[in-house]
Nanobody, 120 residues
Framework: QVQLVESGGGLVQAGGTLRLSCAAS????????MGWYRQAPGEQREWVAV???????RYADSVKGRCTIFSDNAKNTTYLQMNSLKPEDTAVYYC??????????????WGKGTLVTVSS
């Protein structure tokens, strides 16, 4: 069974920084894309960033220049470094991944989320 586990959320003041982690575990042959979405209270889920297996990264305009996504392939872990946080960054952040498994082939999975709260 493959799963994603996020960590690193918390309460931070505006202008502060946080680093979120997402670790994939289980029967994994390879990981294609890993990325992040977020969902603020009362809002729809919003895509934040993605890193492909080739190392290419893309960001939503709302976080571009303030966030960096990077990975430790040996640990099957991706990170989201968030700087200059704003109150509007407050949300539950969900990790997602496109993973190739020996039993089920190519699957898309989600983590359970980690809460980020930015106070003004």
């Amino acid at each position: 069974q493959v799963q994603l586990v996020e960590s690193g959320g918390g309460l931070v003041q505006a202008g502060g920084t946080l680093r979120l982690s997402c670790a994939a575990s289980g029967s994994i042959i390879s990981i294609n894309d890993m990325g992040w979405y977020r969902q603020a209270p009362g809002e729809q889920r919003e895509w934040v960033a993605v890193r492909t297996s080739s190392g290419r990264t893309r960001y939503a305009d709302s976080v571009k220049g303030r966030c960096t996504i990077f990975s430790d392939n040996a640990k099957n872990t991706t990170y989201l470094q968030m700087n200059s946080l704003k109150p509007e960054d407050t949300a539950v952040y969900y990790c997602y991944a496109d993973i190739v498994t020996p039993n089920y082939g190519d699957i898309n999975i989600w983590g359970k989320g980690t809460l980020v709260t930015v106070s003004s």
